[in-house]
Nanobody
Framework: QVQLQESGPGLVKPSQTLSLTCTVS??????????WSWIRQPPGKGLEWMGA???????YYSPSLKSRTSISRDTSKNQFTLQLSSVTPEDTAVYYC??????WGQGTQVTVSS
């Protein structure tokens, strides 16, 4: 069974870079033909797809976030990461990693505040 776990700081200061790691167990992030995604939900708002990294290593980003989003992976650790630069309080949200379309992590709260 595939399990995903988000990890990283719960508090980030404005203008800093938000970095989160998703650790995957029960399945390989290189297995054909899955995509591994980051999704977030700000308080009181809906889910927002941020981007994904494919089994091949190819990346895809939401146009609204592309300029400051980077997704990468470490296949030896079966992990993929999210970096969101120049954060503001509007980036405060619960951040999820998932395998499209079937598995999700439990989410992790990230607050952007000074």
């Amino acid at each position: 069974q595939v399990q995903l776990q988000e990890s990283g700081p719960g508090l980030v200061k404005p203008s800093q870079t938000l970095s989160l790691t998703c650790t995957v167990s029960g399945g390989s992030i290189t297995t054909n033909y899955y995509y591994w995604s980051w999704i977030r939900q700000p308080p009181g708002k809906g889910l927002e797809w941020m981007g994904a990294i494919a089994y091949s290593g190819s990346t895809y980003y939401s146009p609204s976030l592309k300029s400051r989003t980077s997704i990468s992976r470490d296949t030896s650790k079966n992990q993929f990461t999210l970096q969101l630069s120049s954060v503001t309080p509007e980036d405060t949200a619960v951040y999820y990693c998932g395998r499209f379309r079937d598995y999700w992590g439990q989410g992790t709260q990230v607050t952007v505040s000074s």
